[in-house]
């Protein structure tokens, strides 16, 4: 059965440090989907990237940047210089050929001044 | 503009009262989903649709109907709701239900309480 781990329940971090947020999963398929969401203070679910397992390319968009390694079975996310805004928890998830869905018990991070 | 909405956005009911949360996206997306969102279990999915009259099961379906008549709208239904469906759903629409490309949309959000 398919399973999404982020060991991190909190992080804390002062702002423009960089802070890594990690995820491994585990499937028995070799097609399927990873993804990352942000949910901040206000509520609402941001998608982030999505990343299918035939791709292993690091992924970088501005401050944000995502680390997929079959290897280990991990799709990281960074962010560098953490900003206050960055504040929020962020869920990783993963979705098999079949198109459901299953998300990791989400990292509260937070970034102080 | 693209959104997804999300009707009622908070919801007070009693235990057994037939209620219906309705899910609409502007954007011509074939997949749609709904999850929930409890403290401490994180997100869960409860159904998908792929497209007009095909959906499937998620994560945690029991006590939940879904219909998809039309591609814009994906209502969420509880015949019968139990304390234990008190959480925050969200409902969700891609283009697709898969590829590198897709994002998905979010809606706001329905704050669900079944006494």
């Known amino acids: 059965a398919q399973k999404v781990t982020q060991a991190q329940t909190e992080i804390s971090v002062v702002e423009k440090e960089d802070v890594t947020l990690d995820c491994v999963y585990e499937?028995?398929?070799?097609?399927?989907?990873l993804f990352w969401y942000k949910q901040p203070p206000s509520g609402e679910l941001v998608f982030l990237i999505r990343r299918n397992s035939f791709d292993e390319q690091n992924e970088i968009s501005g401050r944000y940047s995502w680390n997929f390694q079959k290897s280990t079975s991990s799709f990281n996310f960074t962010i560098t210089a953490s900003q206050v805004v960055d504040s929020a928890v962020y869920f990783c998830a993963l979705s098999e050929a079949r198109d459901d869905m299953r998300f990791g018990a989400g990292t509260r991070l937070t970034v102080k001044p | 503009e693209a959104q997804v909405t999300q009707n009622p956005r908070y919801l007070i009911t009693v235990t057994g009262k037939k209620l219906t949360v309705t899910c609409s996206q502007n954007m011509n997306h074939e997949y749609m989903s709904w999850y929930r969102q409890d403290p401490g279990l994180g997100l869960r999915q409860i159904y998908y649709s792929m497209n007009v009259e095909v959906t499937d099961k998620g994560d945690v379906p029991e006590g939940y109907k879904v219909s998809r008549k039309e591609k814009r709208n994906f209502p969420l239904i509880l015949e019968s709701p139990s304390p234990n469906q008190t959480s925050l759903y969200f409902c969700?629409?891609?283009?697709f239900g898969g590829g590198d490309s897709d994002t998905q949309y979010f809606g706001p959000g329905t704050r669900l309480t079944v006494l």
């Open positions: 969700a629409s891609s283009l």
């Open positions: 499937t028995r398929d070799t097609t399927y989907y």
